[in-house]
């Protein structure tokens, strides 16, 4: 019999107040998120992170799970919170969904400086318009149409004009006889294709979207295509993400469900509309004048735009449907821009390995470089290339959300009030973003506190908290670290201190988490090395490319030995790369057939199913001892 469940969400909402009939056996996410209910759920109800917590207010609170123990901690789970997607109440209760930390101004690594400040790009983007006199049909006896004639102008056929074009035609043509101005586009090698037809002279309105879909966050770009300015750029967290914080549960969520799958393709449609009229709003441009819209993402994000179902990519041998470039119109997506405008999609590597790392390949310009150099775009499903114009490799490496701040006792997003910058010497010392009272641990915040709790050794080289050796430690730091029950924890600020308003620690699983996805990156790494036959010596350059990867201090990642012992001086930030990529190939279809050939180039690296990936991984895992 179906449980009565009613669920207090945020009160702002308009509906704060939610009760619903709980199907038998079915837990309270679950019934939510049928209910469409947002609670997130980034470990995808598998009982790993918390940010699926809600707090029972009415009705038998029922006794902790196993998870719930773990993840919430003593404290919580006596202040009567528990998992939902671990809760299958038994009779009517009344939960009300944990406020997420307040995560305010999210840091996200926008668009960067563009492609004008590149020099050696050719601005070709396809894209040509012009002011077309098109004589209509006079004579009766005169066997012809506007589409004839209109095509017979622009020396192109009657195939290359869309219906949409045409349903606009006739009275475009009549209109003004001075001219229509008539949009069309030139895929490099291939015929030419009309985009559009307005009254009048708009020839120098020629827009076209960069857009990065990353599993965390999207960013969106609006370029002028004559000069490659930028005017305008949004970036957001990737809505899907309330349904799974990693690929992986993303995937699950969508896994041989037809209406999951049509959650997430309509969520991400959805967000990129909504950045199309932001952007249009900022820039005052036009959305009927975008023309052409270059989309990079990994191989699911790509899946999950177009509707394709990426339940095969999760499932060993990790094949995707498709790996071709693929370019249809923006009206087959429902993108709210010229409806015939070409959406142009990079194409993929491999199952984990996306466009986005074709797309970095580009920006990076490593498949032409004399010497060999790396670049690690850190992320929730970070990729690593490895390689110089003699050989290119490439490989997925997921850090998983940990680093951002998910599974982490009291880790958030890089948003206001998170820490994101430690130091540790006598005490700790943090800073937070803003400087906003501290709510939590960012990524760059704990790699910082990682690094600094190694040199003052209050945890090992294998990442054990020191509890036994504390009474060697500075007092201020001694007394930092606790044995709460069975639990190693590092206080890392005590309720008042950075305008914390609760104790902020650092617990044996938290250090554990990170130790899983530097493991990640870091035998990303060293397994494109071994493969390559690449020592450290041999590598002229290491590049971090990504949101998480551009704002980790260089010193703290070598510290626990997130990326190899390279001399600083071989290591750079290379900023939103991905996206970069995507802007080149929006104003140049020169760049965008290079990424053909480049993607072809790309030798995909599995690292399961290399002999010798456990061994690096596990190693990988322990922090580099001090020399
Ligand atoms: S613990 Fe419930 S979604 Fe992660």
Sequence with gaps: MAVPLTILTDPRDPAPRRTLALPPATSILKGAHAASIEITATCGGRGRCTSCRVKFVAGTVPPPTIMDEIQLGDDQVREGYRLSCQCVPGEAVTVQIAPPLEERAFQILGAGPGVVGMGNVTLDSGIRKQVVKVGLPREEHHQTSDLEQFAAALGVTPADVGLAV??????????????????TFAAAGGGERVLAVERGD????????AVDIGTTSVVSVLIELESGEQLASV?????????????MSRIAFAQFNPDNLKKLHTRIVGLLNQHIAEICRQSGVLAKWIYKVVVVGNTCMHHLLLGIDPSHVGLAPYAPVMRHALVLPARELFLKVAPEARVCLLPLVAGFVGADAVAVALATRIYESAE?????????????????????????APAGPALEGAQIRHGMRAALGAIDRVTV?????????????ALGLCGSGLIDLLAGLLDASVIDWTG??????RAALPPKLSERVVMRGEERQVIILRPGEAGARAEIVLTQDDVRQVQLAKGAIASGVLMLQHVAGVPDARVAELMLAGGFGNYVSIASALR??????LPA???RYVGNAAALGAQLCLVSETERQRAERVAARIEHVSLAAHPDFERIFVDAMNFPQPT
């Excluded at 010497?425 to 009272?437: F, L």
């Excluded at 626990?560 to 012992?565: E, F, M, S, T, V």
């Design 166 to 183: 045409l349903q606009g035609l006739p009275g475009a043509l009549r209109d003004d006889p001075a001219g229509v101005t008539v949009t």
């Design 202 to 209: 708009t020839a120098s309105m020629k827009f076209g979207l």
């Design 235 to 247: 970036s957001s967290l990737n809505p899907q993400a309330v349904f799974g914080g990693d690929l």
């Design 372 to 396: 060999v150099r790396i670049a690690v775009d850190i992320g929730t499903n970070g990729e690593v290339l490895l390689g110089s114009r003699d050989r290119l490799w490439a490989c997925s």
């Design 425 to 437: 010497d006598d005490d700790v010392h943090v800073h937070t973003i803003g400087e906003a009272d």
């Design 464 to 469: 054990l908290i020191q509890v036994e050796g």
């Design 560 to 565: 626990i030995g997130l990326i190899p012992p």
């Design 569 to 571: 001086e071989r290591i």
